[in-house]
C-alpha cells in the first residue's frame, strides 16, 4: 500500500480558513501528490484534485453524503434535510424533482425575466450615481427568481430578501458576525417560504404551474409524502440562493471583460465564442472551493486506503486550474475551450459527474444562460466606465470578490 503524504499540523481547520481557495492545491504541489492526508475539524479526512480524483469523488458506490458537509455550512448556506445530504433513491427522487424544474421553456422564460428587469433598470442606473453591480444584480436576480419560482415578493420587500440570500452565501467560511447573520438570514427565510408552502397547498396562495414553488409543495416522495413543510422551505431556498449567488460570476464576467477588453468584440459577434468566454469565467475564477463527502464502503485506489467513513474533500478550484488540464492554467483564455470537448470530470465548478444520478448542480445550464445574457447586455445594451478601485480578488476570502463588487459609472444605454 503507497503511503499517503500527510499534513503535518494536529489540525488543519484554521489554515484552511486562513488558505481559502489554495488550501488544497498548494499541499499538493508541496507533497507532489494529488491526494493528502489531514485532519479537519478535529476528524482525519483525505483531500484530492484532478480529473482521476473527480471520478473517483463522484461514484456514489464509493461515497455517500449524510453527515459529510460540516455543520457551519449547513447552518447557512445550504440548510439541513436538503438534496446536498441525501444519498441513494432517495436523493434521485429529490433530485428528480429539481431537475424537473429545469426544461428548456423554464431557462428560456428565467432568462428572458432577466433580460427585461437588467433593460428595464438600464435608465434608472443611467441618472444615477456609482452602481455597486454586486448589490444591484443581487437585487434583480432576487426580483427575477421570485417572479420566476411563483414566489410572491412586494417591492418594499426586495432589499431584505437579497440582503438574506447574500448573507447566507457569504456566511459558511467566516467567523463571528458575518456567520451569524448568515445563520438568523437562514432562518428567516425558511420561515417564509414554510409558511408560503402551507398557503399553496391550503390554496391560498396558487402557484402557476411548473413554477419551482408548484413543483416542490405538490412534490411527493417514494412513498407518497409530501415533503415536510421545513424541508420543503429548504429546497425552495436551493432555488432561490443559487440563482442569486450567480451575481457573483456576473461580477466575474464583468472583471473579465474590464481586464481583456478585446473579448468585448469578439463574444458580440458569435454566440460559440460568448460560450467559451463564460465557460473560462467559470474555470478562472473562484466560487466553491470544494465539495465533502464520506466513504461509504472501505476501497483502495490508487494504492490508498479509503476507511469507512472518512471525510474526503474533493478540490473544485484546483481542479479546474489543474496545469495537467489545462495548461497555463492562471491566465484568463477563452479559447482554450475552442475544439475542445470538456468531459464531466474536468471544468468542475459546480461539481462533476451526471446531473441526475449525483450532487452536479442542479442550475448550471442556468448559470451559463444568465451568464451569456449578462455578457450580452454588458456588451450590447449598455456603455459604462469601471474608474479606479481595488478589484483584487482575495483568494483567501470565501466568497473571493473584490471588496465592493465592482462599481460601474457613467452608464449609459445604447437603445
Ligand atoms: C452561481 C453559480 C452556481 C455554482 C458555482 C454552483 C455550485 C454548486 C456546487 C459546487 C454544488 C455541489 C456539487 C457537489 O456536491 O458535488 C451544487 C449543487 C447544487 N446546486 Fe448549484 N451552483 C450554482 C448555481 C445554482 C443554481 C442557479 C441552482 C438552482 C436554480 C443550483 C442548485 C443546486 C442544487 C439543488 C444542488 C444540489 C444538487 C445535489 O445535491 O444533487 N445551483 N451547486
Known amino acids: 500500500m503507497a503511503s499517503m503524504p500527510a499534513d503535518r499540523s494536529p489540525d488543519s481547520t484554521l489554515a484552511l480558513l486562513r488558505s481559502g481557495y489554495r488550501f488544497i492545491g498548494e499541499r499538493c504541489e508541496r507533497y507532489g501528490s494529488d491526494i493528502f492526508r489531514t485532519r479537519i475539524l478535529l476528524a482525519p479526512a483525505i483531500c484530492l484534485r484532478g480529473r482521476p480524483a473527480a471520478e473517483l469523488f463522484y461514484d456514489n458506490e464509493r461515497f455517500e453524503r449524510a453527515n459529510a458537509m460540516p455543520l457551519r455550512v449547513q447552518r447557512t448556506l445550504t440548510g439541513r434535510g436538503g438534496v446536498q445530504g ?42 444615477a450615481g456609482p ?30 430578501r437579497a440582503v438574506e440570500l447574500h448573507a447566507m452565501i457569504e456566511a459558511p467560511a467566516v467567523v463571528g458576525p458575518r456567520h451569524w447573520r448568515g445563520w438568523l438570514a437562514r432562518h428567516r427565510a425558511e ?34 409524502k409530501l415533503l415536510p413543510r421545513r424541508i420543503a422551505a429548504v429546497e425552495l431556498l436551493n432555488v432561490l440562493r443559487p440563482v442569486v449567488a450567480v451575481d457573483q460570476y456576473l461580477v ?7 481586464d481583456h477588453p478585446a473579448w468585448r468584440e469578439r463574444v458580440r459577434d458569435d454566440d460559440e465564442t460568448a460560450e467559451q468566454f463564460v465557460q473560462e469565467v467559470r474555470r478562472y475564477y473562484p466560487f466553491f472551493p470544494m465539495a465533502a463527502a464520506r466513504v461509504r464502503h472501505p476501497f483502495d485506489w490508487q494504492g490508498h486506503h479509503f476507511p469507512r467513513g472518512r471525510r474526503v474533500l474533493l478540490d473544485l478550484y484546483g481542479t479546474n486550474h489543474h496545469p495537467s488540464l489545462w495548461p497555463q492554467p492562471e491566465l484568463f483564455r ?8 470538456v468531459d464531466p470530470f474536468e471544468l468542475i465548478p459546480q461539481g462533476g459527474g451526471d446531473h441526475w444520478a449525483g450532487h452536479r448542480c442542479a442550475g448550471e445550464w442556468i448559470t451559463i444562460d444568465l451568464m451569456k445574457r449578462a455578457v450580452a447586455n454588458l456588451t450590447t445594451a449598455m456603455r459604462y466606465d469601471i474608474p479606479a478601485q481595488n478589484l483584487a480578488l482575495d483568494l483567501h476570502r470565501m466568497p473571493a470578490l473584490p471588496p465592493i463588487g465592482l462599481t460601474l459609472t457613467n452608464i449609459r444605454g445604447t437603445a
Open 86 to 127: 441525501l444519498d441513494g433513491p432517495e436523493h434521485r427522487d429529490r433530485k428528480a424533482m429539481f431537475m424537473s424544474i429545469m426544461t428548456p421553456t423554464a431557462i428560456r422564460r428565467l432568462g428572458e425575466l432577466f433580460d427585461d428587469e437588467w433593460q428595464t433598470r438600464i435608465p434608472a442606473w443611467e441618472g
Open 131 to 160: 452602481v455597486l453591480l454586486y448589490d444591484e444584480l443581487g437585487r434583480l436576480l432576487t426580483r427575477v427568481v421570485c417572479a420566476w419560482a411563483g414566489v410572491p415578493l412586494p417591492a418594499s420587500q426586495v432589499e431584505r
Open 191 to 224: 420561515r417564509w417560504l414554510a409558511a408560503l408552502i402551507e398557503r399553496t397547498r391550503a390554496g391560498f396562495s396558487p402557484a402557476p404551474t411548473g413554477s419551482a414553488l408548484a413543483v416542490i409543495a405538490e412534490h411527493r416522495d417514494r412513498r407518497g
Open 252 to 258: 466575474f464576467a464583468a472583471l473579465a471583460l474590464h
Open 334 to 341: 477563452p479559447d482554450r475551450f475552442t475544439g475542445r470537448r
